[in-house]
Nanobody, 118 residues
């Protein structure tokens, strides 16, 4: 198993930037996919961005070009750089670690709140 702890959320004005961090309790080098999800009030949780152990990334259409996911295996940390934030980005952001096969894994952090408001 792995424990995930998110940080970096807060209040930011529209157009501003934030960087979220997800610190894992062990090496993430071999975990198949690390991802960020978000859940706005009254909405379902949705995938924001993901990065595989091979370095491939994908993004939700709504954040493409504004958000960047990256990982630092030496620090066991995944980041989400969020630029040009909009009010509709307001949500609780969750980190997820997922793997398949004998080392099946589906771990979640506790979430960090991002509020975009003037």
């Amino acid at each position: 198993q792995v424990q995930l702890v998110e940080s970096g959320g807060g209040l930011v004005q529209p157009g501003g930037s934030l960087r979220l961090s997800c610190a894992a309790s062990r090496s993430i080098f071999s975990i198949y996919v690390m991802a960020w999800y978000r859940q706005a009030p009254g909405e379902q949780r949705e995938l924001v961005a993901a990065i595989t152990s091979g370095g491939h990334t994908n993004y939700a259409d709504s954040v493409q070009g504004r958000f960047t996911i990256s990982s630092d295996n030496a620090k066991n940390t995944v980041y989400l750089q969020m630029n040009s934030l909009k009010s509709e980005d307001t949500a609780v952001y969750y980190c997820n670690a997922r793997d398949y096969g004998p080392d099946a894994l589906d771990a979640w952090g506790q979430g960090t709140l991002v509020t975009v408001s003037s």
